[in-house]
């Protein structure tokens, strides 16, 4: 008799960011998604992500400081999507850092960047040459000072960082 695994059809990744306060992340996740939530809560919402496909939830919780997460980001198909979100991130207030023909993650990238309330940077982003030799050096930044305003996100407010 033959082992044989059932397919699993996954609908969408789901992320669940814990956040200081969901009214004010509200504010920045409707611009950097462009879309509304479609559930809110006291201490909770949800944005059901079409494209990308995301179950990306907002839970209020008390921290202190940033937990280990790195940085977030959504993978666009050309240089073009990115200054597309860019302009339209721009459009809606929130501040962008740029990041053009940069080694980042052994791969050539163009990317910008924005930061939430809680400090955590989101990044859209292209590949355009993939799979660099490890020799080759890494020039992506994506840590901001901790002085640095929430969202507010500009070259000189980079601290020197290791590549993803």
Same mark, same amino acid.
């Given at each position: 008799?033959?082992?044989?695994?059932? =397919?699993?059809?996954?609908?969408?990744?789901? &992320?669940?960011? /814990?956040?200081?306060?969901?009214?004010?992340?509200?504010?920045?996740?409707?611009?950097?998604? *462009?879309?509304?939530?479609?559930?809110?809560?006291?201490?909770?919402?949800? %944005?059901?992500?079409?494209?990308?496909?995301?179950?990306?939830? &907002?839970?209020?919780?008390?921290?202190?400081?940033? *937990?280990?997460?790195?940085?977030?980001?959504?993978?666009?198909? $050309?240089?073009? #999507?990115? &200054?597309?979100?860019?302009? +339209?991130?721009?459009?809606?207030?929130?501040?962008?850092?740029?990041?053009?023909?940069?080694?980042? @993650?052994?791969?050539?990238? #163009?990317?910008?960047?924005? +930061?939430?309330?809680? *400090?955590?940077?989101?990044?859209? %982003?292209?590949? &355009?040459?993939? /799979?660099?030799?490890?020799?080759?050096? @890494?020039? @992506? $930044?994506?840590?901001?000072?901790?002085?640095?305003?929430? *969202?507010?996100? /500009?070259?000189? =407010?980079? /601290?020197? =960082?290791?590549?993803?």
């Amino acid at each position: 008799m033959q082992n044989e695994e059932k =397919a699993v059809h996954a609908l969408k990744a789901h &992320l669940a960011l /814990n956040v200081k306060d969901v009214t004010v992340s509200l504010e920045f996740y409707r611009k950097l998604l *462009g879309i509304e939530p479609s559930k809110v809560r006291t201490g909770y919402a949800k %944005f059901d992500v079409q494209n990308p496909p995301l179950n990306l939830t &907002l839970n209020q919780h008390a921290f202190n400081e940033r *937990g280990a997460l790195s940085h977030l980001g959504i993978q666009v198909a $050309s240089t073009d #999507d990115v &200054l597309a979100v860019r302009e +339209r991130w721009a459009e809606v207030g929130l501040l962008t850092r740029d990041e053009m023909q940069t080694s980042c @993650c052994y791969a050539l990238q #163009d990317k910008t960047w924005v +930061r939430d309330p809680d *400090g955590n940077e989101w990044e859209v %982003f292209v590949v &355009l040459e993939d /799979n660099l030799a490890e020799t080759a050096p @890494c020039a @992506c $930044s994506t840590k901001l000072e901790e002085t640095t305003p929430i *969202g507010i996100t /500009n070259a000189s =407010a980079v /601290n020197e =960082a290791s590549c993803c």
